[in-house]
């Protein structure tokens, strides 16, 4: 995946990442950390649960999009954010399941107050195996300009 600039951007532009596959190991070493809830870590007694099995953490799975993302090049101008909107867990990521990360530009904004950056709003979509949504939010972050553009 390419690595953009602000001035790369346009509304409606869509990156995806690859895949990644989630495993009951890694379901579990991150809830016993992070969210110890008893259908992320405890395989019987998650059989029993509205799930019917283990399932991934929600924060599990926006970290795993977040690394995806990151790992794909999107972000090496990124630098930073100040918002994180409208975050949907849609659906459940079980073992085995493979997620992957759909991002849409939303909008952008050159900052006159800091000519060498840009505002770009992402739509941000972790899907599974089968393209369905799994979990859905929107990043403010702020991405560099090309010097010549900013200058």
């Not at 001035?7 to 596959?21: A, E, H, N, S």
Request: glycine residues 8%; hydrophobic residues 45%.
């Amino acid at each position: 995946m390419r690595s953009p600039y602000f001035d790369d951007l346009k509304v409606g532009d869509i990156f995806k990442t690859p895949g990644v596959t989630i495993t009951d190991e890694a379901i579990i070493d991150f809830s016993l950390k992070y969210d110890p809830q008893y259908f992320h870590m405890d395989r019987e007694a998650a059989q029993k649960s509205i799930f019917g099995g283990l399932v991934a953490s929600g924060f599990q799975i926006l970290a795993l999009g977040f690394r995806l993302t990151f790992d794909s090049g999107l972000l090496v101008n990124n630098l930073g954010g100040n918002a994180a909107d409208e975050v949907r867990w849609v659906k459940t990521v079980k073992a085995m399941e493979t997620i992957s990360v759909v991002a849409e530009v939303v909008e952008l904004k050159p900052l006159a107050s800091k000519p060498d950056r840009g505002m770009v709003k992402f739509k941000y979509t972790i899907v599974n195996q089968a393209g369905e949504p799994v979990t859905t939010y929107i990043l403010t972050q702020f991405f560099k300009r090309r010097v010549e553009t900013a200058a």
